[in-house]
């Protein structure tokens, strides 16, 4: 069966079993599992549902397997003949999740 779903900010469509990076959910550790419940759609063939704009009552549950931080993005700000340079750099907080059910 295929879902997609919207979590952390962004739109996945998955099936179970797949393993996604996603932004990372506050206050959880690894091994948690944690529910998701906007599904914008589910299902396959004739058993296919849209959602206006989630889909009632269903859930997909997630395992996180490790929470981690991202590549670092190198942020570098300059004006040309005024002297003003700024050097900043940024790790995103991500968690790795195991897509385990898709409850519709």
Known sequence: MKATIKTQGQQFTITEGDIL???RFPNTEAGATVEIRNV???GEGA???VGRPTI???SVHAKILENKRGDKVIVFKKKKRKGYERKQGHRQ???VIKIE???I
Request: proline residues 0%.
């Open 101 to 103: 059910s898709i409850n």
């Open 56 to 58: 009632a009552g269903a």
């Open 93 to 95: 907080e991500l968690s």
């Open 40 to 42: 914008l759609t589910a």
């Open 47 to 49: 058993d296919f549902q």
């Open 21 to 23: 990076i996603v932004n």
